[in-house]
C-alpha cells in the first residue's frame, strides 16, 4: 500500500501535466477558423478584333489568342522599334508563336494604328 500511493502521484502529476500541455497548446496555436465563401466574377469579354489594313489579318491571327485587340490599342503609342521589341517580348516571356517573319509586317502595322501620330495616340 506504502509503495503504490507515490505512484499514483506521480500518474495524477503526469496526467495533469499533459492536460495543461493540450489546453495550452489549443489556445496558442489555433489560429482563427477559416471562413470560405462563393462568389462569382463576371470577367469582361471582348470579340473585338484590330483595325481593318494591311498586317490586321497577322494581328487577329497572333494577338488574339491570348488577350483582347484592347490589350494593344490601349497601351501608350509605341514607335515601330518598340513594337518590335514588344512583339518579341510577346514570344519570349509568353510564348506567343507569332513567326519572325511576320515581325516586320506586324510592327509597321501596329505603329499605324497605336504610334506616334495615330488615330488612337490622338484620343489620349
Ligand atoms: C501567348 C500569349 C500571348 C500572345 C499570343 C500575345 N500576348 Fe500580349 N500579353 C500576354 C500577356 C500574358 C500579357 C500581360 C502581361 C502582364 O500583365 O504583365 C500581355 C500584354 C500585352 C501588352 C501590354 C503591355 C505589356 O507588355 O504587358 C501588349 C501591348 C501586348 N500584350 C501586345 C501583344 C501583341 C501586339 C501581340 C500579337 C503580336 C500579343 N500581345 C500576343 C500574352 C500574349
Known amino acids: 500500500m506504502r509503495t503504490q500511493e507515490p505512484r499514483a502521484h506521480l500518474l495524477a502529476a503526469l496526467v495533469l501535466l ?3 500541455g493540450a489546453a495550452h497548446a489549443q489556445t496558442a496555436a489555433s489560429p482563427p477558423p477559416v471562413q470560405w ?3 462569382s466574377v463576371d ?3 471582348s470579340d473585338a478584333i484590330f483595325p481593318a489594313g494591311e498586317g490586321a489579318q497577322i494581328a487577329n491571327a ?3 489568342m491570348c488577350h483582347s485587340e484592347g490589350m494593344v490599342v490601349r497601351q501608350p503609342p509605341l514607335a515601330k522599334a518598340q513594337w518590335l521589341e514588344e ?3 510577346m514570344r519570349k516571356f509568353w510564348g506567343a508563336p507569332i513567326p519572325a517573319a511576320q515581325d516586320e509586317a506586324l510592327a509597321t ?3 499605324r ?3 506616334p501620330g495615330s488615330p488612337a495616340a490622338a484620343t489620349r
Do not use: E, H, Q
Request: aromatic fraction near 10%; hydrophobic fraction near 50%.
Open 109 to 111: 502595322y501596329l505603329a
Open 43 to 45: 470577367l469582361p469579354t
Open 18 to 20: 499533459a492536460a495543461a
Open 37 to 39: 465563401t462563393k462568389v
Open 87 to 89: 512583339i518579341g517580348k
Open 62 to 64: 497572333y494577338c488574339l
Open 113 to 115: 494604328i497605336n504610334g
